[in-house]
């Protein structure tokens, strides 16, 4: 893959994970970016339109995955929709990398919003989003741990 279109990926994957930071909320565009910018990322890459038919079918089956998830209260809905769109970059082939890193840095971050929720709670004079952050009531920024299981799998696509 070319290095614009490995830029552009994580690009987007950081803009998800800083509106996730801010508001709790994953825009929409994002994860319809990340799947248009797709085929065009793997036609430069020389992948042929089978190859791209099997990660977008990857991408659906990750996709009623999530939204399960989703269903239940283990996902927001903007979380169910980045990462099935990531695996669309990802594939198969490259999924496990992108699990291995979502997943050490999910628990990363549960663990840092457990300690830092035990330690302050929220406060009048503090920015918005840290309040959200130090909310018991909120859940976590999930797209941080999306963003690194990106990262981790960007080397290993195509």
């Given at each position: 893959?070319?290095?614009?279109?490995?830029?552009?990926?994580?690009?987007?994957?950081?803009?998800?994970?800083?509106?996730?930071i801010a508001r709790m909320k994953i825009p929409n565009w994002v994860s319809l970016a990340l799947i248009a910018l797709y085929p065009l990322a793997a036609l430069t890459a020389g992948a042929g339109w089978a190859q791209i038919g099997w990660h977008f079918a990857f991408?659906?089956?990750?996709?009623?995955?999530?939204?399960?998830l989703f269903s239940i209260g283990v996902l927001g809905g903007g979380d169910a929709k980045l990462i099935p769109a990531v695996a669309v970059w990802t594939g198969a082939g490259a999924f496990l990398h992108f699990m291995i890193g979502m997943t050490l840095a999910g628990g990363a971050l549960a663990l840092a919003l457990l300690a830092a929720r035990a330690a302050f709670a929220p406060a009048d004079g503090r920015p918005a989003f840290i309040n959200r952050l130090l909310s018991k009531e909120r859940g976590a920024p999930y797209a941080i741990a999306i963003a690194v299981g990106a990262i981790n799998a960007a080397p290993h696509l195509f």
């Amino acid at each position: 893959m070319t290095p614009f279109f490995t830029a552009a990926f994580l690009a987007l994957c950081l803009i998800a994970a800083a509106t996730d930071i801010a508001r709790m909320k994953i825009p929409n565009w994002v994860s319809l970016a990340l799947i248009a910018l797709y085929p065009l990322a793997a036609l430069t890459a020389g992948a042929g339109w089978a190859q791209i038919g099997w990660h977008f079918a990857f991408g659906l089956l990750v996709l009623s995955l999530s939204f399960g998830l989703f269903s239940i209260g283990v996902l927001g809905g903007g979380d169910a929709k980045l990462i099935p769109a990531v695996a669309v970059w990802t594939g198969a082939g490259a999924f496990l990398h992108f699990m291995i890193g979502m997943t050490l840095a999910g628990g990363a971050l549960a663990l840092a919003l457990l300690a830092a929720r035990a330690a302050f709670a929220p406060a009048d004079g503090r920015p918005a989003f840290i309040n959200r952050l130090l909310s018991k009531e909120r859940g976590a920024p999930y797209a941080i741990a999306i963003a690194v299981g990106a990262i981790n799998a960007a080397p290993h696509l195509f």
